[in-house]
């Protein structure tokens, strides 16, 4: 199989990669390398795969690149994004640009592609919004839905809320209506919290990255609210899974969606994941306190029932097991963390 990933040179992008260069499968790279460290993950990579095949562009703007991408391959898993609310906020115009333009843009050359490869696109669960109708209880020091035990399924009604929220609902219903319209083979996956080993977590984005990179190398970690948010975590090899399962069974013009995350078996507060990791360390990880952020909120946990019915598929790797191997990773590449 030949695969194109847009920003392949990202945490997600640089570990699905390597897990399919190395069944044999062929990989072409496609990044602008505007973040951080996606430099150092593409050295890493051609390291250990020298024969994948690496283009430099943007999804904005480079359309023809884009388009010759798109008709070698079978597949198109598009992670290229703008991941931040807080960015978006400060800079709208290029939140929009890359998310709903470049999604556009990469739609279109998928229906103009001869081949029409399958097309994957990783989307939010903050095309959910808020969620404010929904009610919230605490109990036993963290935050839970009163009357969704199992979680938020796919039924929850869309309410973009934020730039960010508005630019990804945009390519997540784009997607979908390609499918219908055109009769593509795509599937929007909703995810939450994904983690694993070549993260560059930030604090406005990547959480558990976050504070296990700060934990190891001392710096300040600033809880934003009362650290009984909860989120439900998954490993990257667990969405790697899922991904691969619904590209072999899309159909044209199905335009599936399936919320995506470690559902109600693994979540994480982030008082808990402090915890984790002092226990870890063997020792006191300090962090203060701070008023909420807008549009924080106190719990999103996903319902991944559908895509366990529909695809077979299951979250394996629990939360103290991933956390481990995050943290393991951190502490072996503490010279990659200069740049963040």
């Known amino acids: 199989m030949k695969y194109l990933i847009t920003g392949g040179a990202g945490f997600t992008g640089i570990n699905f990669a390597d897990i399919l260069l190395s ?21 890493w990579l051609l390291e250990k795969h020298p ?8 999804i904005r703007i480079d359309q023809q690149k884009l388009f010759e991408a798109v008709s070698e391959v079978d597949v198109v898993y598009h992670l290229a994004a703008q991941v931040a609310v807080t960015t978006s906020v400060i800079d ?15 739609l279109e050359s998928v ?25 919230i ?19 929850m009604p869309l309410n973009f809320h934020s730039p960010y929220g508005c630019s990804k609902g945009a390519g ?9 319209i055109y009769g593509l083979r795509t599937a929007v996956m909703r995810q939450s919290c994904i983690y694993g080993k070549h993260q560059l977590g930030v604090e406005d984005q990547g959480w558990v990255a976050w504070f296990t990179i700060a934990a190891v190398l001392g710096r300040k970690i600033t809880i934003y609210g009362d650290g009984k948010q909860v989120r ?15 590209t072999k069974q899309l159909q044209p013009g199905e335009g599936k969606t399936f919320n995506i995350g470690g559902g109600s078996t693994f979540q994480l507060s982030l008082l808990e994941l402090i915890d984790h990791l002092q226990n870890l360390m063997g020792k006191k990880v300090d962090h203060t306190f701070a008023d909420w952020r807008p549009g924080d909120q106190r719990i999103y ?15 394996e790797v629990c939360p103290e097991k991933g956390v481990q191997i995050l943290y393991e990773w951190v502490n072996n590449n503490k010279d990659i963390f200069k740049y963040i």
């Not at 997540?172 to 219908?180: E, I, L, S, V």
């Not at 991944?304 to 299951?314: F, M, R, T, V, Y």
């Open 172 to 180: 997540d219903q784009y997607t979908r209506d390609y499918a219908r």
């Open 137 to 155: 209880i605490e109990k036993d020091g963290r935050y839970q839905y009163r009357d969704l035990p199992d979680g938020i399924d796919e039924s």
């Open 92 to 106: 709208p115009k290029s939140d929009f640009e890359i998310n709903a333009l470049g999604t556009f843009n990469l």
């Open 232 to 246: 439900d975590v998954l490993y990257v090899e667990d969405l790697f899974k899922v991904w691969d399962l619904t």
């Open 51 to 58: 024969k994948v095949r690496i283009l430099q562009g943007d």
């Open 111 to 135: 229906r103009k592609s001869k081949n029409q490869p399958a097309f994957i696109y990783a989307s939010t669960n903050k095309v959910y919004g808020g969620m404010e109708e929904v009610a």
């Open 301 to 315: 946990v996903s319902n991944p029932s559908k895509a366990q019915q529909e695809l077979g598929w299951k979250a």
């Open 23 to 43: 069944r044999g499968d062929n990989v072409i790279v496609f990044d602008n390398f505007s973040r951080a460290g996606t430099l150092e993950n593409i050295q």
